[in-house]
T-cell receptor
Framework: GDSVTQMEGPVTLSEEAFLTINCTYTATGYPSLFWYVQYPGEGLQLLLKATKADDKGSNKGFEATYRKETTSFHLEKGSVQVSDSAVYFCALERNQGGKLIFGQGTELSVKP | DTGVSQDPRHKITKRGQNVTFRCDPISEHNRLYWYRQTLGQGPEFLTYFQNEAQLEKSRLLSNRFSAERPKGSFSTLEIQRTEQGDSAMYLC??????????????FGPGTRLTVL
């Protein structure tokens, strides 16, 4: 069945460091791919998305590119801030408007 | 506040009791989803509705679980004869589905269930 695998956390970085959180997926067809973020004490929020191969999603300085050949959607940010500390979830959706399938989440902690 | 709301935010119950959670979606949204999230894991899909019709149910949704959306607005999720393994965060999300276009799911704050 469909699945999403993320790199395990926690990831601890210093402020202004470069961030990569790896995400790979298994799915039939051409899923849409997402990154959701959960800040401490808050609900899940969509961070960015890509709906077809080679699309790049971006938001708040974060980027991820839909790579069909490697079935990956890695999250990157050039310079992290303390306020980026959160849990990040990679997810896929196969049928537009249908269920999301999430990875296990990666906790990011950014130290000043 | 016009986001997705869930009630209660926390529920503690004893094993064997029944519990019911409520979700109020964003008012114009026609799709409503339920997910379950255990500690250290990502949300797992349980079921979803388009208007009042339940379109898909996960195998995770045992016969002790039932969800309804009787008027196509709010939804309830009931768990009968709760077990300790039911302890989790129950998340609700809603979206506006228009034809085949992508539609973002907006999540509520969740109901945390603890079964003693």
């Amino acid at each position: 069945g469909d699945s999403v695998t993320q790199m395990e956390g926690p990831v601890t970085l210093s402020e202004e460091a470069f961030l990569t959180i790896n995400c790979t997926y298994t799915a039939t067809g051409y899923p849409s791919l997402f990154w959701y973020v959960q800040y401490p004490g808050e609900g899940l929020q969509l961070l960015l998305k890509a709906t077809k191969a080679d699309d790049k999603g971006s938001n708040k300085g974060f980027e991820a590119t839909y790579r069909k050949e490697t079935t990956s959607f890695h999250l990157e940010k050039g310079s992290v801030q303390v306020s980026d500390s959160a849990v990040y979830f990679c997810a896929l959706e196969r049928n537009q408007g249908g269920k999301l399938i999430f990875g296990q989440g990666t906790e990011l902690s950014v130290k000043p | 506040d016009t986001g997705v709301s869930q009630d209660p935010r926390h529920k503690i119950t004893k094993r064997g009791q029944n519990v019911t959670f409520r979700c109020d979606p964003i008012s114009e949204h026609n799709r409503l989803y339920w997910y379950r999230q255990t500690l250290g894991q990502g949300p797992e899909f349980l079921t979803y509705f388009q208007n009042e019709a339940q379109l898909e149910k996960s195998r995770l949704l045992s016969n002790r679980f039932s969800a309804e959306r009787p008027k196509g607005s709010f939804s309830t999720l009931e768990i009968q004869r709760t077990e300790q393994g039911d302890s989790a965060m129950y998340l609700c999300a809603s979206s506006l589905a228009l034809g085949n276009s992508y539609n973002e799911q907006f999540f509520g704050p969740g109901t945390r269930l603890t079964v003693l």
